[in-house]
């Protein structure tokens, strides 16, 4: 048995879970997700658990165990409480704002570069140069601040770039005037 997948979900109050076929369906204070559970694992509904079980031990259904586990796990975390992901601008006149549904960067190059925010995401920008990624969803939130992230690294030489918060930057000795 997988040490993840073995484990039970607990269902925090507010949250209801239900099934249809082979979706489970996550509805919480904060909104819906859905997830289509793959062939070769069960899920069980209990009142204030849900297990995930396979019913034999094949290498396909040992792989989607804890998987499973873990998708019903993050829905239910995010319905419930939310994830959020913050991220930090180093430079001078580096900044960034939100207006309506675009993030509004100023990063260095020509000409500000905008990022269309996908539904589902909340972005705040704190102190022009602090911004927060939020939703309901992990892997969409993961996402949306890897490809904010994306559109300029953090080089090794200043440490000019868009970093996560707490994210240690390698520096690089630069170049020194020889004598």
């Known amino acids: 048995m997988s040490r993840i997948g073995r484990i039970p979900v607990e269902i925090p109050a507010g949250v209801k879970i239900s ?52 998708l019903v796990a993050n829905m239910v975390k995010g319905v419930s409480v939310g994830f959020e992901k913050k991220l930090e601008i180093a430079g ?29 995401i909340e972005i705040k920008v704190d102190k022009l140069i602090n911004i927060a990624v939020s939703g309901i969803d992990k892997q969409l939130v993961g996402r949306v601040a890897a490809e904010i ?5 953090p080089e090794p030489y200043k440490g000019k770039g868009i970093k996560y918060a707490g994210e240690q930057i390698r520096r690089k000795v630069g170049k020194s005037v020889g004598a």
């Open 149 to 153: 992230r994306s559109l300029k690294k």
């Open 92 to 120: 001078v006149g580096f900044r960034a704002e939100v207006g309506g549904n675009t993030l509004k960067l100023i990063i260095g190059f020509s000409a500000p570069v905008e990022y269309a925010i996908p539904e589902g």
């Open 19 to 70: 099934r249809e076929q082979s979706m489970i369906m996550v509805e919480g204070p904060k909104g819906k997700l859905a997830l289509k559970v793959p062939k070769g694992v069960d899920v069980i509904l209990g009142d204030r658990a849900v297990e995930v079980t396979r019913p034999s031990d094949g290498r396909l259904e040992r792989s989607f165990h804890g998987l499973v586990r873990t």
